[in-house]
Nanobody, 128 residues
């Protein structure tokens, strides 16, 4: 069974940092682009970052540029999302997703579409 599992969320104070992790079960992440998304209460899911299979191409949404850093360690088969300078508006469930197989490890043209297999998410809550 193909699964993605996110971890690392929690409750933090404004200005704090978290590092989220995305691991896979049933396949190896190293051949795929991985995207991070978030969904705040009452809001639509927002694509926030993508990293290609090698880590050589990285993209961020405008709302997270400068504070979020995506990276991957293919030896550990894990993708990370470092979040610094957390703000209350960052409160959301954070998900990772695998880029479509027919993209051959490249990020989709947009942060919002082109993904298959999603994790269950990890909750990030930022207190003011």
């Amino acid at each position: 069974q193909l699964q993605l599992v996110e971890s690392g969320g929690g409750l933090v104070q404004s200005g704090g940092s978290l590092r989220l992790s995305c691991a896979a079960s049933g396949f190896s992440l190293r051949y795929y682009a991985i995207g991070w998304f978030r969904q705040a209460p009452g809001a639509e899911r927002e694509g926030i970052s993508c990293i290609n299979h090698s880590g050589g191409s990285i993209f961020y949404g405008d709302s997270v540029k400068g504070r979020f850093t995506i990276s991957r360690d293919n030896a550990k088969d894990t993708v990370y999302l470092q979040i610094d300078g957390l703000k209350p508006e960052d409160t959301a469930i954070y998900y990772c997703a695998r880029g479509r197989s027919d993209f051959y490890g490249m990020c989709p043209l947009t942060l919002q579409d082109g993904y298959e297999y999603w994790g269950q998410g990890t909750q990030v809550t930022v207190s003011s």
